[in-house]
């Protein structure tokens, strides 16, 4: 089975704090993707990587960075965390070449700026 | 352009009723369609994939959903609701572009199963 492992479930931080969320995959996916989850709003992508020291922004970057030094690690950094940041952030990876292939999701960090 | 329209935001069944939830999707490629299922504080776990074979899919735990593309849907149901189907479930649409991976959620349909 798929493991994608997020290192934290619930976290706390506060405004103006850099924030450092982590994720790991054990099934050597090319492509990780971090997003938001909002009610209402659905998910929202942030940033993907398709490799090693690769990214891409998606759909809400602005306030994010990511990093992705080792293939099964990808981090999202908060560089300044602002209260409209609070939210349920996702992990998630999939193959590269086989766009039908389902992307994989971690269990979430849900994270309050205070 | 790519997106995915969920037609409802919420839906309540009694236990042991056939459950329909929506979906109507528009992709300028030949899409794979997924639909997943959120249980509260967890993360998303796939419940069925289409990828241009038997347009009748089959899925986890009764779930299965049939594609249409002259109606462009993607509806997902069940014959009998059981109470631990009660969920959030999101209907997504993926292509390739620019050599990426294009992926978009609809917004969610919060299911309700009712004693």
């Known amino acids: 089975d798929v493991k994608v492992t997020q290192s934290s479930r619930y976290l706390v931080k506060r405004t103006g704090e850099k924030v450092f969320l982590e994720c790991v995959q054990d099934m050597d996916h090319e492509n990780m993707f971090w997003y938001r989850q909002d009610p209402g709003l659905g998910l929202r992508l942030i940033y993907f990587?398709?490799?090693?020291?690769?990214?891409e922004k998606g759909d809400i970057p602005e306030g994010y960075s990511v990093s992705r030094e080792k293939k099964e690690r990808f981090s999202l950094i908060l560089e300044s965390a602002s209260t409209n940041q609070t939210s349920m952030y996702l992990c998630?990876?999939?193959?590269?070449?086989?766009?039908?292939?389902?992307?994989?999701f971690g269990d979430g960090t849900r994270l309050s700026i205070l | 352009a790519q997106s995915v329209t969920q037609l409802d935001s919420h839906v309540s069944v009694s236990e042991g009723t056939p459950v329909l939830l929506r979906c109507n999707y528009s992709?300028?490629?030949?899409?794979?369609l997924f639909w997943y299922v959120q249980h509260p504080n967890k993360g998303l776990q796939l419940l069925l994939k289409?990828?241009?074979?038997?347009?009748l899919v089959k899925g986890i735990n009764g779930f299965e959903a049939e594609f249409k593309k002259s109606e462009t849907s993607f509806h997902l149901t069940k014959p009998s609701a059981h109470m631990s189907d009660a969920a959030e479930y999101f209907c997504?649409?993926?292509?390739?572009?620019?050599?990426?991976?294009?992926?978009?959620f609809g917004i969610g349909t919060k299911l309700q199963v009712i004693p």
């Open positions: 990587s398709y490799d090693v020291k690769m990214k």
């Open positions: 998630a990876s999939s193959f590269f070449d086989r766009e039908y292939q389902p992307q994989h």
């Open positions: 289409y990828t241009s074979a038997a347009t």
């Open positions: 997504v649409v993926s292509d390739r572009r620019g050599g990426y991976q294009k992926v978009t």
């Open positions: 992709s300028s490629y030949s899409p794979s």
